[in-house]
């Protein structure tokens, strides 16, 4: 089992990694300071997940029941789409979304 100075050195530490103030900590018996840290931790693990998230969808993509020609070829809908597959880069990329053949995600 940690000890108190361990458990508040640990909440103390994650705190700072999530932007938050230092945790009120004075007076906590060992398992509260456990629920704590706990709980901090928990907030970090769903911090990760959130911004992994964001990471991972592309930025456009070709739009729901549509296909588009492309330099890698015919595109079906839901794959990433980037400026380098036209010949004529962000111009025809813009045209394509302002007809609602690519989505752009925010």
Not at 34 to 61: F, G, H, I, N, W
Not at 83 to 88: I, L, M, R, S, V
């Amino acid at each position: 089992m940690a000890t108190n100075k361990d458990l508040i050195s640990t909440a103390e530490a994650l705190a700072s990694e999530l932007g938050q103030d230092k945790p009120e900590t004075e007076g906590l018996k060992n398992a509260d300071l456990v629920k704590l840290v706990s709980e901090l931790e928990a907030t970090k693990a769903e911090a990760k997940v959130e911004t992994e998230t964001e990471a991972e969808k592309p930025r456009y993509t070709v739009a729901m029941g549509k296909s588009i020609i492309t330099k890698r070829g015919i595109l079906a809908d839901g794959v990433e789409i980037t400026e380098k597959d036209f010949a004529n880069g962000k111009l025809t990329l813009n045209d394509f979304v302002d007809s609602g053949y690519i989505e752009k995600n925010k």
